[in-house]
């Protein structure tokens, strides 16, 4: 993140150039991700405008503190496994300096990869490059937190269930996916069962998201602030798109 904003401020003289050009990238990527999972163009359109409406996206799309590198990347190395998938676990792994919160999306990563429409063996070796990845990088990161602190962090049940309620006062201004939430993710199930394969996917994805929030407070001390929802809304709006599709992958 940084190498891209000194880079803004060295090329532009401005350091939210750079930020807004990857705003720019990630509704590109939605829109072709969008598109990619459905093979409509429609949907991709529907996706990118539901996404452009959301007053969190709205609120980080030129910020330099919490830029949109790391939910680019990751969304970019979902769509790296149709157009080429050796290089989705090089983008999931430029997603982590970014912001190491993607290495907890792994579990959905990896179930995406399976549902893909790719041989078995790409789907093993993604997955596994993926996995690997992640998880050397976690245990390196994890024993030399232990190292250097010594202390481990204790689970809290209460910091955990109000996670749950920082979504609802996280994006409160955004009252589409406030409004529609529970029914996309219902209708994402009911249309993963009548033929449209990635209904299911981006439901999990969506899900994942949901309970980020909980784990990240429940387990650690941090606190939820509103652009760790930004992916959220990225899946609801490719979700939305997802919804109005009506031919299978």
Same mark, same amino acid.
């Given at each position: 993140?940084?190498?891209?904003?000194?880079?803004?401020?060295?090329?532009?003289?401005n350091?939210?150039?750079?930020?807004?050009?990857?705003?720019? %990238?990630?509704?590109?990527?939605?829109?072709?991700?969008?598109?990619?999972?459905?093979?409509?163009r429609?949907?991709?359109?529907?996706a990118?405008?539901?996404?452009?409406?959301?007053?969190?996206?709205?609120t980080?799309d030129?910020?330099?503190? =919490?830029?949109?590198?790391?939910?680019?990347?990751y969304l970019?190395?979902?769509?790296?496994?149709?157009?080429?998938?050796?290089?989705?676990p090089v /983008?999931? &792994?430029l997603?982590i300096?970014?912001?190491?919160?993607?290495?907890?999306?792994?579990?959905?990563?990896? =179930?995406f990869?399976?549902?893909?429409?790719?041989?078995k063996?790409q789907? %093993?070796?993604t997955?596994?490059?993926?996995?690997?990845?992640?998880?050397?990088?976690g245990?390196? /990161?994890?024993?030399g937190v232990?190292?250097?602190?010594g202390?481990?962090?204790e689970? /809290?049940?209460?910091?955990?269930?109000?996670?749950?309620?920082?979504?609802? =006062?996280q994006l409160?201004?955004?009252?589409?996916?406030?409004?529609?939430?529970?029914?996309l993710?219902?209708g994402?199930?009911?249309v993963s069962?009548s033929?449209?394969?990635?209904?299911?996917?981006?439901?999990v994805?969506? /899900?994942?998201?949901? &309970?980020?929030?909980?784990?990240?407070?429940g387990?650690?001390n941090?606190?939820n602030?509103p =652009?760790?929802?930004?992916? &959220?809304?990225?899946?609801?709006?490719?979700?939305v798109g997802?919804?109005l599709?009506k031919?299978?992958?």
């Open positions: 993140r940084y190498f891209f904003l000194k880079a803004s401020i060295t090329l532009f003289g350091d939210r150039v750079i930020p807004l050009l990857a705003s720019a %990238a990630l509704l590109i990527v939605t829109y072709f991700f969008t598109k990619t999972i459905t093979q409509k429609f949907a991709g359109i529907v990118v405008v539901v996404l452009m409406q959301s007053n969190v996206f709205l980080y030129t910020t330099v503190s =919490y830029t949109n590198f790391w939910i680019l990347f970019l190395s979902l769509y790296m496994v149709y157009r080429f998938w050796p290089l989705s /983008s999931y &792994l997603s300096p970014s912001k190491a919160l993607t290495a907890a999306f792994l579990p959905m990563s990896i =179930y990869i399976l549902r893909c429409n790719i041989s063996k789907k %093993a070796i997955a596994g490059i993926t996995a690997g990845i992640i998880l050397a990088g245990i390196a /990161s994890i024993a232990s190292t250097s602190q202390t481990e962090e689970f /809290s049940s209460k910091e955990f269930w109000m996670g749950f309620t920082s979504f609802s =006062y409160r201004f955004d009252g589409l996916v406030m409004l529609f939430m529970i029914p993710i219902v994402l199930f009911v069962k033929g449209i394969k990635h209904g299911e996917s981006i439901m994805l969506i /899900s994942g998201m949901l &309970l980020i929030a909980p784990i990240l407070t387990f650690t941090q606190t602030q =652009y760790r929802f930004v992916p &959220l809304v990225v899946f609801f709006a490719i979700g997802v919804l599709s031919r299978q992958v």
